[in-house]
């Protein structure tokens, strides 16, 4: 330790940091800061908070202490570095979504290379350069898997500010950042935090479509689309009409918000997007194989919950579509896809579409089904048919009755 000690008094940290800042463009970084490695006390308070109320989503580390204190993790941590990687915002020349040729969505946090990788290949450049300088640099890096809180660092080290919608937001590059931190045993000088600039707006806040923004940078995770899209269970009917035909996350909160207005980076070669991978044809995601998953989306962030979750939010999007040429396809899945959480989907696709056929594949599948999950979900697609085509008597009724008056 004082050999340690000894060495580190022969660095001038403030040089040190002021060329780290030079170098960012060479280490693919767009924004750096320096956060104190104090427990993060406000935070804690917030995760306990958001706990008590069953606002976890369940992906989280478990461990509200290793989570707010980096002291558990790293041995008399000096410093924490924080860094942000601007990511694209706009999909140029985008397949257009049209009547027999109906598309879904991906979020723009999983467009091109898995985050992960590219924020891990940042750090470590991070790292090199460090170490080039200080042979007895000790440090811990992690991203959005690590137990560290990113938002609260990022915020803490003057990145940007924690806004309404739960993200940081930089002035520079908006809310369309990955978030990375390095713990370190070096005695860098912390910067000094952002001010709220979310004022009085609460666009995010009101453009939620399931209400999860439930009140200022509070989540009920358990009802962000974001999440709901990655489960991989049955979502129940108000959920999926609220899915529209997102396949994987939602950014309705990020595209309101008026920072982010007209903000979009293409300089991060790895985070551009493939239109037809980020924008893809749904029925063909009704029988990808896993091989074809793999080839097209495994190198993505989207892809780490495996196919499920993808092809059950790709039926939910054919049935809010209605769209009526599905109906043989949806029919195959309801007949033939071994997974009940895909066939009873279908079921509730089909219903949603409605139609002879769309009815006749689900009373043939009702006589032939085993499972009660199933069964329930394609009788709950009979009674929503029912109910429509009563809806549209009604009205037909009420146009007759008007028009002869």
């Known amino acids: 330790m004082d050999e340690e000690l000894e060495s580190a008094g022969r660095v001038n940290y403030s040089r040190l940091k002021k060329e780290l800042l030079l170098a ?52 008399d941590p000096q410093s924490i570095i924080s860094i942000a990687v601007a990511y694209p915002s706009k999909l140029a020349n985008g397949p257009k979504s049209e009547p027999g040729a109906r598309r879904g969505i991906i979020s723009r946090a999983s467009w091109g290379s898995d985050y992960h990788g590219v924020l891990r290949n940042r750090m470590q450049r991070l790292e090199d350069w460090l170490r080039e300088r200080v042979p007895h640099l000790r440090s811990e890096s992690m991203v959005d898997t690590g ?12 990145l940007g500010w924690s806004a309404k919608n739960c993200a940081i937001i930089t002035p520079e590059f908006g809310s369309y950042v990955f978030l990375g931190e390095m713990i370190t045993n070096l005695p860098l000088q912390p910067d000094t935090p952002i001010t709220d600039q979310c004022g009085e707006c609460t666009k995010c806040i009101d453009a939620c479509p399931t209400g999860a923004l439930v009140g200022p940078g509070q989540l009920n995770s358990k009802i962000c689309i974001s999440f709901v899209t990655q489960t991989k269970d049955f979502v129940e009917d108000e959920m999926m009409r609220k899915i529209g035909n997102r396949l994987y996350g939602c950014d309705t909160c990020q595209v309101v918000c008026p920072v982010n207005k007209g903000k979009n980076w293409t300089h991060q070669p790895e985070l551009q997007p493939d239109p037809e991978v980020v ?23 989207s892809a780490w919950r495996g196919r499920k979750p993808i092809q059950r939010n790709a039926v939910i999007g054919l049935g809010n579509f209605k769209e009526a040429s599905a109906v043989p396809d949806l029919i195959g899945v309801l007949r033939k896809d071994p997974r009940p959480v895909l066939r009873g989907t279908a079921a509730w696709a089909l219903g949603r579409i409605g139609g002879s056929n769309a009815e006749a594949g689900l009373r043939e599948a009702l006589a032939g089904e085993k499972d009660e999950d199933v069964l329930e979900r394609i009788a709950q697609a009979q009674e929503m048919m029912a109910a429509e085509e009563a809806k549209a008597r009604s009205k037909k009724t009420a146009e007759t009755a008007n028009s002869s008056l």
């Not at 006390?41 to 707010?68: A, C, N, V």
């Not at 995601?285 to 993505?300: A, H, P, Q, V, W």
């Open 24 to 75: 960012l463009p060479e280490l693919g970084i767009d924004k750096l800061g320096v956060a104190s490695a104090a427990p993060f006390t406000e935070m804690k308070q917030r995760l306990l908070l958001h706990r008590e109320r069953g606002h976890e989503s369940g992906f989280e580390e478990p461990d509200i202490d290793k989570r707010t204190d980096p002291a558990l993790l790293f041995k």
């Open 279 to 301: 924008k893809p044809l749904l029925v063909p995601l009704l029988t990808i194989s896993n091989r074809e998953f793999k080839d097209n989306y495994g190198s993505t962030s």
């Open 147 to 158: 137990a560290l809180v990113d938002r609260a660092v990022a915020e803490r080290a003057g």
